[in-house]
């Protein structure tokens, strides 16, 4: 099962308390004991959390500047929209009275801005809210389970969920890319007419879609016809996408930053490279839906396999976000990753929420807390997230969605379910976390 292939992973386990805890003050007992003096904490917290105010301090640590700004402005968006709405009063997100405070700092997608970036604001925050990018958060590990610190990461690659300090929101990268392959499947009509390619980011993001391509289409018995690479920066994709189209691929994950994906489909639209293309969840931004040098047709071949949910689909938990987005962020862009921001900075505070019930909002009481999620919807938005044992499976299913330019929206391609090759897998099926992918001969780095 790919859970052993996780729980091989090495994670380590923090269950002592950080920092000295805040206590109330102390009562003093009378009667036959008089003098006798107790002390009794109301709460016991230890950074990040004002009693006095009753305010929770949280960080953010975001992608406003670098290659992945076109996810990561509307990711610090949806953050800022919780946090008006829960300060806003009545929102039963945080116990009455309760507010919350954000702490933010851009690291534009550089690890090493993004390890001073953490040692500038780790003592003032009880926890991490948005920990952008995995490229970004990989150094920060460590440091995490050193200081007790939980960070939510912005990235679903199955790296983070090695850590328990580091719990993803939804499926991981490597279920959504075995999920493609069941797709391509059914999609030709059978696993001998599918040829399969892969342009991947030359990171630990990349590699996570090369695991589940290559696990899935073994098991399925799939050819993967060609395996190209590239860099974050990289302007020029000529050389990957030709040698695709040399290959014959007819179906192609795209395990890449939005910024890649219109330069991609651009691309194979001049060399008149047709295949059918399937994007993990960052491939895509709804900006696309009005970028005036993308045009609708660019993306008639565009599948998304996502365990995200979609802007404004229908759902009960919808309208309490939309109803959240009209009143304090009607000036922020509608992106689905407001959403999913918003999605994981409600189960922050969920988390948050039990500490405070529980009379322990220390680092050491989050953590305890957050491994009480089994089921958790964030107001039935998501499907269940189970973050109770780390490494974390936190979800498997995931869909295949197709956009409507005319609509600003996705139609539904294949409804949620988990990879087909998932039930019989073995940790021996996978390639292991720490072994980095060959780059392909003819990518450009």
């Not at 404004?312 to 990753?337: P, R, T």
């Not at 529980?358 to 269940?384: E, F, M, N, S």
Request: hydrophobic share 40%.
């Amino acid at each position: 099962m790919y859970s052993k292939l996780l729980t091989a992973a090495l994670f380590v386990a923090m269950t002592a308390s950080v920092g000295c805890r805040e206590k109330q003050p102390e009562t003093t007992t009378t009667g036959t004991n008089a003098g006798t003096t107790t002390a009794k904490p109301d709460i016991a917290t230890d950074k990040g959390v004002n009693l006095t105010e009753k305010s929770i301090t949280i960080g953010a640590l975001n992608d406003e500047s670098g290659p992945a700004l076109v996810i990561g402005k509307p990711y610090a968006a949806g953050k800022r929209i919780l946090a008006a709405q829960v300060n806003a009063g009545g929102s039963g997100i945080l116990p009455d009275g309760w507010t919350v405070k954000l702490l933010e700092k851009d690291h534009g997608y550089n690890p090493q801005k993004s390890v001073q970036a953490y040692e500038e604001i780790k003592d003032d925050v009880l926890m991490i809210a948005t920990s952008f990018g995995t490229p970004a958060t990989l150094p920060l590990v460590p440091k995490l389970a050193e200081d007790g610190i939980v960070a939510m990461p912005a990235s679903l690659s199955s790296k983070m969920a090695e850590s328990e300090f580091t719990p993803p929101v939804a499926a991981a990268y490597f279920f959504e890319a075995m999920r493609g392959v069941d797709w391509a499947i059914e999609d030709a009509g059978g696993a001998d007419k599918v040829k399969i390619g892969i342009i991947y980011q030359n990171d630990d993001y990349g590699q996570d879609g090369i695991y589940g391509l290559e696990t899935a289409a073994e098991a399925m018995g799939v050819a993967v016809v060609s395996k190209q690479s590239v860099a974050a920066q990289q302007a020029d994709v000529t050389a990957a996408v030709k040698a695709l189209q040399d290959a014959g691929a007819n179906y192609v994950l795209l395990t890449v930053l939005p910024s890649k994906t219109g330069v991609i489909l651009g691309t194979a639209a001049q060399l008149k490279f047709g295949p059918k293309w399937l994007g993990n969840t960052p491939a895509w931004a709804d900006l696309f839906y009005q970028h005036e040098k993308l045009p609708a047709a660019l993306f008639d071949n565009f599948f998304l396999v996502t365990g995200v949910p979609y802007w404004g689909e229908e759902s009960e938990g919808m309208k309490d976000f939309l109803a959240a987005y009209d009143k304090h962020g009607k000036d922020v862009q509608k992106d689905w990753y407001v959403l999913l921001s918003y999605i994981q900075g409600r189960a922050a505070l969920e988390v948050a929420k039990r500490a405070i019930e529980a009379k322990d909002i220390t680092r050491a009481g989050y953590l305890k807390q957050l491994h009480t999620l089994t089921d958790y919807t964030a107001g039935k938005l998501v499907p269940a997230l189970d973050w109770s044992k780390a490494p974390y499976i936190v979800n498997t299913k995931t869909r295949v969605l197709k956009p409507d330019f005319a609509k600003k929206s996705f139609t539904v391609v294949a409804d949620w379910a988990d990879p087909k090759s998932y039930e019989g897998l073995e940790a021996d099926d996978a390639p292991a976390n720490d072994e980095a992918p060959e780059a392909a001969t003819n990518s450009a780095q």
